[in-house]
């Protein structure tokens, strides 16, 4: 049992030397953005109107008008993830993420369950998102959704083997472009408003023969797990701790902060659009670039259509700059046979990980001609999984080992996690039982691979680590 408990945090320092060619160089990443920069790369990730765009209109096509209500209901939870993640990522500060924090607080076995479970939503997400730019290009060019999909992770990928500062700038502007959109179609829908505000509590949505039907409130729940997703990019901040400057005052300031300004600028367009849709099946059907050219011209639609597409290719960029972290952040922590670790950690000469960079992108592209529905499914299980667990790991997070520990600390603990715990629990066990069984047979497999290789090798596999500055005075070295 002596393995299951919290391990000691250690340096993720390497030896100084370094070829020229940046091949061996230091394992560990460097300190170049402030709170503004961290806030626009994590934005940058939820990417709010690729995910108004891409992701919500499924939403409407199940929960009808009940779509707002689901969001803010997900954003209302998502408020107690937060705490959790900016409690957590400033005692943890680690490129590792959700699972350095797990790990460290409750164990090596969940630590590596819900790095799985990241991997998961690290390598579906970007394609998922990916594939929307087909329909945002159409005013201009027709291209398969799936080779679409595929050309904006080959672009990311590329984007993300520059220097972090230089993205930074890359996907602010891009930033810009997307919340302008949003707010275009925000302000078309509420100057073409054709139901009152109680239709976002009464939900109802088409049937197949064109009739309304109630929304009931169990399919409202098992939608929360996709609101989860809808918001979930906010945890980007945990990931780019290591390249934060003071990451345990900023961590907490740029998770906040982006989850405050995410769920505005996707919640106010979709009540909006709500509120503005023509009939009941043109909101059913998901389709805004129609409805947003019914409420102007063809210009209009032109234009912010091809702000959708920039901003998927600017998801795609920060979230493979997210991943290509995680996956660094393992090999760091010797989660991988060694040859694959050293390939892994290898840093380029923007100081980038491109080896990590390339194994999240290139799979990423190919995921793109994976069925969408199962991508969706697997994607919101594990998401609620994760937090699930990372809100476990806020429960030990105040022991007398790290307690006096300089960090951001969440107010009504252990109020807060505890009961984020149960409602978790809930939305996992009203999902559909297909999806349910990809990621427990995934979780099956993590586990044996854990048991056989891992958990033997627990002095030199799976030790997670910390940079060496954000290391507490008191640390175990």
């Known amino acids: 049992m002596t393995d299951m408990l919290s391990q000691p945090v250690t340096s993720g320092a390497a030896p100084a030397a370094a070829d020229p060619g940046g091949q061996d160089g230091p394992r560990a990443l460097k300190r170049s953005i402030g709170v503004v920069g961290g806030t626009l790369l994590t934005l940058s990730c939820v ?11 499924d939403l409407f096509g199940d929960l009808g008008t009940a779509t707002a209500l689901t969001i803010a209901i997900g954003s209302l939870l998502c408020i107690a993830v937060a705490f959790c993640y900016s409690e957590l990522g400033t005692l943890i500060p680690s490129a590792g993420g959700e699972y350095a924090m797990v790990t460290t607080l409750t164990g090596r076995l969940a630590g590596w369950l819900v790095f799985v479970l990241s991997l998961l939503v690290v390598m579906i997400v970007p394609p998922v998102i990916a594939m929307g730019t087909a329909d945002y290009l159409a005013p201009l060019v027709h291209v398969p959704a799936e080779a679409a999909g595929a050309g904006v992770m080959v672009l990311a990928t590329l984007a993300g083997l520059l220097d972090l500062r230089a993205n930074a700038w890359i996907t ?24 009152g505000a109680g239709s976002l509590v009464h939900g109802v949505v088409a049937s197949d023969g064109g009739a309304s039907r109630p929304v009931t409130a169990m399919l409202v729940v098992s939608g929360l797990a996709i609101a989860l997703f809808i918001t979930q990019g906010f945890s980007t901040a945990v990931y780019l701790s290591e390249e934060l400057e003071d990451p345990r005052r900023n961590v907490s300031r740029t998770v906040l902060a982006t989850l405050a300004i995410s769920t505005a600028v996707i919640l106010v367009p979709v009540v909006a659009i709500t509120m503005g849709a023509p009939d009941l099946a043109a909101l059913t059907s998901g389709d805004i670039g129609r409805m947003v050219t019914t409420w102007s011209n063809s210009a209009v639609g032109t234009f912010v259509s091809l702000c959708v597409a920039l901003a998927i290719i600017n998801a795609g960029i920060v979230m493979v700059i997210q991943n290509s972290r995680v996956l660094f ?16 950690a290898r840093l380029g000469r923007f100081g980038s990980p491109w080896v990590a960079t390339l194994v999240v992108g290139v799979p990423g592209a190919a995921l793109c001609f994976v069925n969408l529905d199962t991508l969706y499914g697997v994607t919101g299980v594990s998401v609620t999984g994760m937090y699930l667990l990372v809100a476990v790991a806020a429960l030990a997070a105040r022991r007398s080992s790290h307690k006096d520990l300089p960090a951001w600390r969440m107010p009504l603990w252990p109020a807060m996690p505890v009961a984020l715990i149960a409602v978790l629990v809930y939305i996992l066990s009203q999902q559909e039982a297909r999806y349910l069984l990809w990621t427990g047979g995934i979780m099956a497999a993590a586990t044996l691979y854990w048991a056989f290789y891992l958990r033997p090798r627990k002095d030199t596999r799976w030790l997670v680590t910390l940079p060496e500055d954000a290391l507490p005075e008191n640390a175990h070295l």
């Open 329 to 344: 952040a393992s090999a760091r922590d010797k989660a991988w046979p060694e040859p694959v670790n050293n390939a892994l």
């Open 172 to 195: 602010g502007v891009f930033l810009v472009l997307e919340v302008i959109a949003a707010g275009v179609v925000a302000v078309l829908g509420f100057a073409h408003t054709e139901r």
């Open 47 to 57: 990417t709010p109107a690729s995910t108004l765009f891409v992701v919500v209109p």
